[in-house]
């Protein structure tokens, strides 16, 4: 069974279509990868995944049950949504890393938190380091670590490498690929990015609202 189904999703602003009846099955352990010309609808299909924004029309069915019928807190938890521009709150990077105990009304390990900046490499002095002080790299790092520090279901990832520097842009990478490989995470990119694009195990392309399979696992 799919860990993820759209049917017949659409989305609709006054007059213009930005979806028309998207279909989607997604299975567990999955890595898509989402491309297609800008306004094309892709930020929008994973912002409806997300259940950032809602479908004008359609049905979305994740692990068996309808969108509609989870929690809303509960249901982001399972299926994160990493955004291109990271926003991180607070004042410290620990800020960040703690909040995912603090919503769960966790006690926060520091031990998880030191071990998961060992993975982004971030050394640990980083946990008291204020958050204005960070590239934008390293900001990605930290909110790619906030999100994943209790593995979500579904990760999915807004265009995360653009405008990182090539070092950054290749410790996202390795991260992303150890949660595919290692912890079986099923990820739904976006990108444009022809380095990703050409490692992509299956790339899907979506253009003036429409859906295609561009290719299939190599």
Known sequence: MSILSLTDISYQVEQRQIL???????????????????????STLLKIIASLISPSDGEIIFQGQNQR????????????YCFQQP????????????????????????????????KVNLPTSYLNKNITELSGGEKQRVALLRNTMFLPKILLLDEVTVGLDARSIEIVHQFIKQLWQEAGLTIIQITHN?????????????????LSDVTTSR
């Open 20 to 42: 028309n009846k998207v279909n989607l099955e997604v299975q567990a352990g999955d890595f898509l990868t989402l491309t297609g010309p800008s306004g094309g609808g892709k």
């Open 194 to 210: 022809q380095t990703e694009l050409s490692q992509a195990a299956k790339v899907l392309w979506l253009e003036e609202g429409s």
């Open 69 to 80: 019928d989870y929690e809303i807190t509960t249901y982001r938890q399972l299926v994160s």
């Open 87 to 118: 926003s991180l709150f607070g004042q410290t990077v620990a800020d960040n890393l703690q909040f995912p105990f603090v919503i769960r009304n966790e006690a926060s390990s520091q031990v998880q938190i030191e071990q998961a900046l060992t």
